[in-house]
């Protein structure tokens, strides 16, 4: 998988781009945790979603947020991280002008990112929302959430505690229009450490959602 580098908002970007041969493959971009707490596109998370992206068929890139890795610039409050992701989604559609699909996934702070993300580019067509850490962050922007997607987090989280995620997800089913579904993973904790019982179905809950929706877009 060829690694990349591109220009971001602070300089350099560091990315792995996974493309398929059809150039109208749809995109994904894969957005990691916290940088601060050792978050990287290496996550394992992170990793799981963008092959699982790739075996559905899409064109993927997840890169690394400032100064993580040999992306360049310092952390910024996730204000300087959504620019990158913003940089990061031109740079894929620079590379990919015919596909006519795109999903933004995060995990944990990537996911509060991604939300974000999802509100500024229109031409998101869905999201995957892992683990929103909605204790800690405010997620009322979503008014209303542009576009459908799947939250889904551990019930023994104890980073982002899952009352948190339903009540997220509660205030974004009242809007009309989209569809927010929501899965929990029984005994998973944040990490979905544990490969066999949590992150195997955590994987397989976004494969299948994501199949799914791509079916009744390209209807």
């Known amino acids: 998988m060829p690694e990349v ?15 398929q041969k059809e150039r109208d493959a749809p995109l994904a971009i894969v957005l990691h945790p916290h940088p601060q707490f050792g978050g990287t596109m290496n996550n394992k998370v992170v990793y799981n979603l963008h092959y ?11 890169f690394n947020f400032r100064g993580v890795g040999r992306s360049q610039g310092e ?14 989604l031109d740079y894929l559609q620079s590379m990919n002008q015919n596909s006519k699909h795109c999903w ?6 990537g996911a509060w990112i991604g939300m974000q993300l ?7 067509t869905g999201f995957i929302s892992v683990a929103p850490p909605a ?11 542009p576009s459908s997607g799947l939250v ?7 980073v982002a505690p899952p009352k948190d995620t339903v009540s997220l997800v509660n205030k974004l089913h009242e809007q009309k229009g989209i569809t927010v579904t929501h899965t929990q993973i029984e005994g998973a904790d944040h990490f979905f450490k544990d490969e066999e019982a949590h992150m195997n179905p955590m994987i397989d809950h976004v494969t299948g959602y994501v199949k799914r929706r791509i079916t009744e877009q390209t209807r």
């Open 135 to 145: 204790n800690m962050y405010d997620f009322s922007f979503l008014a209303p959430c």
């Open 75 to 88: 952390y910024d409050q996730g204000i300087g991280e959504l620019s990158d992701a913003a940089s990061a």
């Open 5 to 19: 580098i591109f220009a971001g908002p602070e300089g350099r970007l560091e990315g792995r781009y996974h493309p």
């Open 52 to 62: 699982a992206f790739y075996k559905m068929g899409f064109t993927v890139l997840r």
């Open 152 to 158: 889904i987090n551990g019930t023994a989280d104890k």
């Open 104 to 109: 933004v996934a995060g995990f944990s702070f």
């Open 118 to 124: 999802l509100m500024r580019r229109p031409e998101i």
